[in-house]
């Protein structure tokens, strides 16, 4: 069980504020997106979820515990990057276990837990090999893998998929999704990519400018945007705009 609530959350950096209040939260095992153009706040939200970045007011709770203050390593947070950041000389089996192995995880447990997720993300074959000799989608692959041989509470995702070319990345959409349902994990997926998030996620979250413009369901997101900022990030062709003007005569409107 675990839920993320997130109440006016801002974020300094010196005296610029990159996030001016971000109210969110997600429900037990949802899978939420967060989605807006470069440069809005994205990736610092979620560090700030992780405890990557401290918070510079406001609150996070995971599982209602404020944990604004509590150690990365104590948030039972994984994490995927958009880079794989796989250690390049260790084989992917040691690249999973790395995690553990400093945790001093049993060696029968590791097993344990490598089968599980080898199996779980068809990477058996893979196991021996170094990242070097692996595809795109194999080694984002076996970062997933890293992340989920922990079990953790939270799933964060800093645009996972868009290191891969266009047809590997509609392919690892699809096995995100899979995978969500089965292990059903509370997911924050962060993207630029505003189909990704409408075919993956059940609430988006569109930013600008370090501000959540919109917090609803796709259908609600894609039909009655907020405002003409959701409305011209939303939707694929974008959607027209016209200028028109509103008049009143005798108690009739016209446009
Ligand atoms: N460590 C930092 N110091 C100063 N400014 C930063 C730092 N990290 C991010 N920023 C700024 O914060 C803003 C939001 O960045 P980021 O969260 O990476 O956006 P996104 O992930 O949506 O592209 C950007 O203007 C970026 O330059
Ligand atoms: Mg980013």
Redesign the pocket.
């Known amino acids: 069980m675990s839920t993320l609530i997130i109440r006016s959350l801002r974020k300094n ?2 005296a ?1 504020e ?1 996030l001016k209040g971000i109210d969110l939260e997600a429900r037990n095992g949802e899978f939420i997106a967060l989605v ?1 153009p ?8 979620l560090a700030m979820i992780a405890g990557l970045e401290s918070v510079t007011s406001g609150e996070i709770r995971i599982d209602g515990r404020l944990v604004n203050s509590v150690a990365p390593k104590d948030r039972d947070i994984a994490m995927v990057f958009q880079s794989y950041a796989l250690y390049p000389t260790m084989t992917v089996r040691e690249n999973i276990t790395f995690g553990m192995e400093s945790r001093r995880v049993p060696k029968p447990q590791q097993d344990e837990a490598v089968k599980r997720v080898a199996a779980f993300l068809q990477i058996e074959p893979l196991l021996g090999r170094k990242p070097g000799q692996l595809s795109g989608g194999q080694r984002q692959r076996v970062a997933m893998g890293r992340a989920l041989v922990r079990d953790p509470k939270l799933f964060l995702f800093d645009e996972p998929l868009s290191n891969l070319d266009a047809k590997l990345r509609v392919d690892m959409r699809t096995e995100i999704k899979k995978l969500h349902h089965r292990v059903g994990k509370t997911t924050v997926y ?1 993207t ?1 990519d505003q189909v990704e998030a409408m075919t993956l996620a059940s609430r988006i979250a569109v ?1 600008h400018q370090g501000e959540v413009q919109q917090f609803d369901d796709p259908a609600t997101i894609y039909n009655r945007p907020a405002n003409m900022f959701v409305a011209g990030f939303m939707g694929s062709p974008a959607m027209n705009f016209l200028a028109a003007e509103l008049s009143q005569e005798g108690g009739r409107r016209t446009v």
Not at 38 to 45: A, D, E, R, V, Y
Request: aromatic share 6%.
């Open positions: 950096f010196g610029v990159v807006g470069s440069g809005c706040g994205k990736s610092t939200l962060v630029h930013m």
